[in-house]
């Protein structure tokens, strides 16, 4: 058994800046405000933090995964963080003989556990294993741009790109629900390197292409903020001008929960508005390339948009069989329809849905920004509140068992 640490040593939590993508999954889920960010680095204050890893699983990199024991009165602060760009070296332990433990030096009592996340910390029993964090910011890996369309009506302000990368010859594993992340050329306002931004991909494990080592992303071209101001993604229009051989560094890939199940006849229930439908294009496309050998289960997608025409792949989606997929689409500005979210769609489908929760073989997956989640959670409580059942119960379930992912940003 591991002895106590003494009073005057500090297990200190730290974030890794060479892996780190800047997602803010972290310091979103922190339920005490330890983790802050600049520009420059995610970091862990030590005066703040209590250890109790809330942090630690939606992290998709792994980054928020590392400790160093320091004197307590020596800890890194979090000024020093912000200027790092690695971490630093392991010290010995310092730790004195026959120092006393916290208990004894009127140290707190543990921290309690952290509130429970909305979704799962583990992927499915039978999903594959994913491989993460081959390329980084040190190692980008180079693709090839062998393919940039829009797919979503040119008459609309929604400007979303369908973006092949090819990495010939060399390896670069990735499964459906995971992401990379992608380094645009140039500097920020304080003359660094741009950090990298995450993008899930948006075809299957054996490539956009069947049989070829490439991958596809979902990309909105961003020209506002979330208030509706001017704005200039940086990364966003960077690979929505980019042109077949063009060159892009890339890291990656990430993601080791948000994973599709590989066992046959799993249901997926597939929840997700706008470029949050990436992930969903790829267990789509994994489920249909296996349509011949009869493995799959049941699929039921929820996706919502403004209208059809900013409907990323609507043309591609409406030709897929009715008998393969259950698409259910809300739409919230379409002309001469009442509005439409997802989570109305769900209560809609109560019948449907309650019969593939049944089901120990379904997960669901929901991606998209995270305002939807709220939504999402209470219409699958209604709908199972309705037929009798205890929401509070099945949701500890599908997470405890890797069936309820969110993809959030």
């Given at each position: 058994?591991?002895?106590?640490?003494?009073?005057?040593?500090?297990k200190?939590?730290?974030?890794?800046?060479?892996?780190?993508?800047?997602?803010?999954?972290?310091?979103?889920t922190?339920?005490?405000?330890?983790?802050?960010?600049?520009?420059?680095?995610?970091?862990?204050?030590?005066?703040?933090?209590n250890?109790?890893?809330?942090?630690?699983?939606?992290?998709?990199?792994?980054?928020?995964?590392?400790?160093?024991l320091?004197?307590?009165?020596?800890?890194?602060?979090?000024?020093?963080?912000?200027g790092?760009?690695?971490?630093?070296?392991?010290?010995?332990?310092?730790?004195a003989?026959?120092s006393?433990?916290?208990?004894?030096?009127?140290e707190?009592?543990?921290?309690?556990?952290?509130?429970?996340?909305?979704?799962?910390?583990?992927?499915?029993?039978?999903?594959?294993?994913?491989?993460?964090?081959?390329?980084?910011?040190?190692?980008?890996?180079t693709?090839?741009?062998?393919?940039?369309?829009?797919?979503?009506?040119?008459?609309?302000?929604?400007?979303?790109?369908?973006?092949?990368?090819?990495?010939g010859?060399?390896?670069f594993?990735?499964?459906e629900?995971?992401?990379?992340?992608?380094?645009?050329?140039?500097?920020?306002?304080?003359?660094?390197?741009?950090?990298?931004?995450?993008?899930?991909?948006?075809?299957?494990?054996?490539?956009?292409?069947?049989?070829?080592?490439n991958?596809?992303?979902?990309?909105k071209?961003?020209?506002?903020?979330?208030?509706?101001?001017?704005?200039?993604?940086v990364?966003?229009?960077?690979?929505?001008?980019?042109?077949?051989?063009?060159?892009?560094?890339?890291?990656?890939?990430?993601?080791?929960?948000?994973?599709?199940?590989?066992?046959?006849?799993?249901?997926?229930?597939?929840?997700?508005?706008?470029?949050?439908?990436?992930?969903?294009?790829a267990?789509?496309?994994?489920?249909?390339?296996?349509?011949?050998?009869?493995?799959?289960?049941k699929?039921?997608?929820?996706?919502?948009?403004r209208?059809?025409?900013?409907l990323?792949?609507?043309?591609?989606?409406?030709?897929?069989?009715?008998?393969?997929?259950?698409?259910?689409?809300?739409l919230?500005?379409?002309?001469?329809?009442?509005?439409?979210?997802?989570?109305?769609?769900?209560r809609?489908?109560?019948?449907?849905?309650?019969?593939?929760?049944?089901?120990?073989?379904?997960c669901?997956?929901?991606c998209?920004?995270?305002?939807?989640?709220?939504?999402?959670?209470?219409a699958?409580?209604?709908?199972?509140?309705?037929?009798?059942?205890?929401?509070?119960?099945?949701?500890?379930?599908?997470?405890?068992?890797?069936?309820?992912?969110?993809?959030?940003?």
């Amino acid at each position: 058994m591991n002895a106590p640490l003494p009073a005057e040593v500090l297990k200190q939590h730290l974030i890794d800046p060479e892996i780190c993508i800047r997602c803010n999954t972290c310091e979103e889920t922190c339920p005490i405000d330890a983790i802050t960010h600049d520009a420059n680095n995610y970091v862990v204050d030590p005066d703040i933090c209590n250890g109790c890893m809330a942090c630690v699983p939606p992290c998709p990199t792994g980054a928020i995964d590392n400790w160093r024991l320091v004197a307590r009165a020596e800890a890194h602060s979090v000024h020093d963080q912000l200027g790092w760009e690695e971490l630093p070296k392991e010290q010995a332990p310092p730790i004195a003989a026959g120092s006393e433990s916290p208990a004894a030096a009127g140290e707190p009592p543990p921290a309690p556990a952290a509130p429970a996340a909305p979704g799962a910390a583990v992927p499915p029993w039978s999903a594959a294993h994913p491989y993460v964090n081959l390329y980084t910011h040190k190692t980008p890996m180079t693709a090839t741009v062998v393919g940039n369309y829009r797919v979503t009506g040119a008459d609309t302000d929604s400007d979303i790109h369908h973006i092949v990368l090819d990495f010939g010859e060399l390896p670069f594993p990735v499964l459906e629900g995971q992401s990379i992340g992608i380094l645009p050329p140039g500097l920020d306002a304080q003359g660094r390197p741009h950090h990298a931004r995450q993008y899930s991909l948006a075809s299957p494990r054996d490539g956009e292409r069947a049989g070829y080592n490439n991958l596809s992303l979902t990309v909105k071209r961003v020209t506002e903020d979330h208030a509706g101001a001017a704005a200039h993604g940086v990364c966003s229009n960077y690979l929505c001008d980019l042109v077949k051989n063009d060159k892009v560094q890339v890291i990656g890939p990430f993601g080791h929960t948000f994973l599709m199940p590989n066992h046959s006849r799993a249901n997926l229930i597939m929840i997700c508005t706008g470029t949050g439908s990436a992930p969903m294009r790829a267990m789509t496309e994994r489920c249909r390339r296996r349509i011949d050998a009869g493995e799959n289960g049941k699929l039921m997608l929820f996706f919502g948009a403004r209208t059809e025409r900013e409907l990323p792949y609507f043309g591609p989606l409406m030709k897929l069989p009715p008998d393969f997929i259950d698409i259910n689409l809300a739409l919230s500005r379409e002309a001469g329809q009442p509005k439409r979210y997802v989570q109305d769609l769900i209560r809609d489908r109560a019948a449907k849905v309650l019969e593939l929760l049944a089901d120990r073989n379904t997960c669901i997956y929901v991606c998209g920004l995270k305002g939807m989640e709220v939504g999402v959670l209470d219409a699958l409580r209604d709908v199972t509140v309705q037929s009798g059942q205890d929401w509070s119960i099945l949701h500890d379930a599908l997470r405890r068992e890797g069936r309820l992912h969110f993809e959030t940003y």
